[in-house]
């Protein structure tokens, strides 16, 4: 094993396979993946607090003696822990309990508790906090570190996290993580590399910036920022380059159906409009697949470009899909689609999560066939049922909704054998060309 993500989480002390399940449900397989798992927030423990300066609303570790151990009757049973030192007194509540934690915080018993203050009968208290009975010795002021707050799924707790974290810690110094980012780039900003980075996240020291860490802008933070917008990137790259990897049928732009639909149309195209156009209809014409972004604000003509656009395929003798996210966009696209492409002898297809029975299962047989030259739906364009008969171009609506993988499954409904279909990505997000350029790597822009 030579890396992180070699190796399973269940090396780990104290990880069998019930915890592996759990903290596979949080994407958490290999130590590279817990060590990503990053914290949301953090929490000073580094000091004990004299319970007589308390405050409601205060979060505070205290540290005390075991005055008495109450189960109190009330409307929902109680443990009821009374704690002092010799500033004052707190309670420690939990409602959910057993009987090792009854006998385990008896008089006398020295306990470490970490949580809020809150308003009580007789004081303060703090409900259900974390403790630790006979503590420690709290660490030298140099040693201590911030507290890291983990996102959780159910049946695991922040101090489970935390020591699977310090364990895997531990492994990093053997196993440094590869830095991918030219030591000049790190250095113009300021950031540490990935490895340190990584250290100082899940284990902060006490003198580091908490306002930056809560923010999120400390310089480790940022690093990391920095590292998942790269992975990100070389993943849209390498998504682009498999796709690529595979033949496209050629669209030819044939006969004079985008002739006839300009002529009906009320308006000229704008010279945005015809520009886009021209990338279209080059893009179509190639064996390679289209990956194209059309980005414009709402009634800016980007329905009328990929009407256009799916004119050039069903005039080479192919299929055309639209995908839109919400059931209300789809139908719009299909009235509009209706209205525009039935004048001229083409009939579409609507599918979506509504259509049921009879009308489903006409529409799924034009679609088969390939009487249905347009197909338009939502979501349930990708179920397995719906089968194309020659289908070469997939338009999709709103790109941020679906994201890469929907694109690719509803690409694998391609003309067959090693094709893939064009893909035309049409939203309204009105980002900057160069963040879309980065955020749709995958894609050519418009």
């Known amino acids: ?10 090396q780990l002390k104290g990880v069998g396979s019930a915890l592996a399940e ?15 798992h990053l914290p949301h927030r953090y929490e000073d423990r580094t000091r004990v607090i004299p319970m007589g300066s308390l405050r409601i609303g205060d979060v505070a570790v205290v540290e005390g003696e075991v005055m008495k151990a109450d189960l109190v009757m009330g409307r929902r049973r109680s443990l009821q822990v009374t704690l002092r030192d010799s500033s004052g007194f707190l309670v420690m509540r939990f409602f959910h309990f057993n009987a090792a934690q009854k006998n385990q915080l008896s008089e006398g018993a020295r306990v470490r508790c970490f949580g809020e203050v809150r308003p009580g ?3 303060y208290e703090f409900y259900h906090p974390e403790y630790q009975v006979n503590p420690p010795p709290m660490p030298a002021e140099g040693d201590a570190t911030l507290t890291p707050v983990y996102p959780l799924t159910e049946g695991i707790q922040q101090p489970r996290v935390r020591s699977l974290c310090q364990q895997a810690l531990a492994y990093l110094q053997r196993f440094p993580i590869k830095d991918w ?7 113009e900003y300021q950031l540490p590399g990935i490895t340190e980075a990584v250290q100082l996240v899940h284990s902060p020291p006490a003198n580091a910036p908490v306002n930056l860490l809560m923010e999120g802008r400390h310089p480790a933070q940022q690093r990391l920022v920095m590292e998942e917008l790269l ?30 639909f300009l002529d009906s149309l009320p308006f000229a195209l704008t010279g945005a409009q015809r520009h886009v156009l021209a990338d279209i209809r080059q893009d179509l014409s190639q064996p390679l697949p289209m990956l194209r972004l059309v980005q414009g604000d709402v009634g800016s003509g980007k329905t009328v470009v990929a009407a256009l656009a799916a004119l050039q395929a069903i005039g ?16 719009q696209h299909f009235q509009n689609f209706r209205a525009w492409l ?6 579409l297809a609507w599918l979506s999560g509504k259509v049921k029975g009879k009308a489903r299962a006409e529409a799924l047989e034009a679609v088969r066939s390939g009487d249905a030259g347009v197909v338009i739906g939502t979501h349930a364009l990708f179920q397995e049922d719906v089968e194309f008969h020659r289908l070469a171009l997939v338009i999709v609506d709103e790109q ?3 994201g890469v993988h929907q694109r690719l499954a509803l690409r694998e409904k391609g003309v067959g054998g090693s094709l893939a279909p064009h893909q035309l990505i049409m939203t309204a997000t009105p980002i900057p060309r160069t963040l879309a350029m980065s955020a749709y790597a995958d894609l050519d822009t418009s």
Do not use: N
């Open 342 to 347: 039935e004048p001229l002898g083409i009939r």
């Open 121 to 123: 009968r007789a004081g």
């Open 231 to 260: 992975a990100h990137q070389l993943s849209l790259l390498q998504v682009r380059e498999q796709i690529q990897a595979r033949e496209a049928l050629p669209l030819l732009p044939t006969g004079d159906l985008p002739e006839r």
């Open 1 to 10: 094993m030579t890396s992180l993500d070699d190796i399973p989480v269940t």
């Open 22 to 36: 759990k903290l596979a449900k949080l994407g958490i397989i290999s130590l590279q993946d817990l060590l990503f």
């Open 400 to 402: 941020h909704r679906f």
């Open 181 to 187: 980012l030219p030591q000049g780039l790190l250095a």
């Open 316 to 331: 080479a003798g192919a299929q055309v899909a639209l995908m839109a996210p919400t059931e209300i966009l789809a139908e």
